[in-house]
């Protein structure tokens, strides 16, 4: 079974930066795709970000230019670098990875809140 522990979140005013962080318990090579997602109060989870064990990496329209979503494999960990907040951009914020075997595994979440 597969762990996925992030830290990262908080409350920001809007304008400001946080980068969240996503720590595999096994090696991130056996993640065929890497991805955060969001979810607002009231709205479906979305993809915001995601990265292929490649290194091609995704965008929701919404935060692109702002986000940027990078890995340390040494560490097992990826990242969500979000730059230029926004209000909009509140939500709980989730990991999730696919192994190449199709298994999809969830991080618990980690609230960002972000003031206008």
């Known amino acids: 079974q597969v762990q996925l522990v992030e830290s990262g979140g908080g409350l920001v005013q809007a304008g400001g930066s946080l980068r969240l962080s996503c720590a595999a318990s096994?090696?991130?090579?056996?993640?065929?795709?890497m991805g955060w997602y969001r979810q607002a109060p009231g709205n479906q989870r979305e993809l915001v970000a995601s990265?292929?064990?490649?290194?091609?990496?995704e965008y929701a329209d919404s935060v692109k230019g702002r986000f940027t979503i990078s890995r340390d494999n040494a560490k097992n960990t990826v990242y969500l670098q979000m730059n230029s907040l926004k209000s909009e951009d509140t939500g709980v914020y989730y990991c999730?990875?696919?192994?190449?075997?199709?298994?999809?595994?969830w991080g618990q979440g980690t609230q960002v809140t972000v003031s206008s």
């Open positions: 990265m292929t064990t490649g290194g091609s990496t």
């Open positions: 096994r090696t991130i090579f056996s993640f065929k795709v």
């Open positions: 999730n990875f696919q192994s190449t075997w199709g298994n999809i595994y």
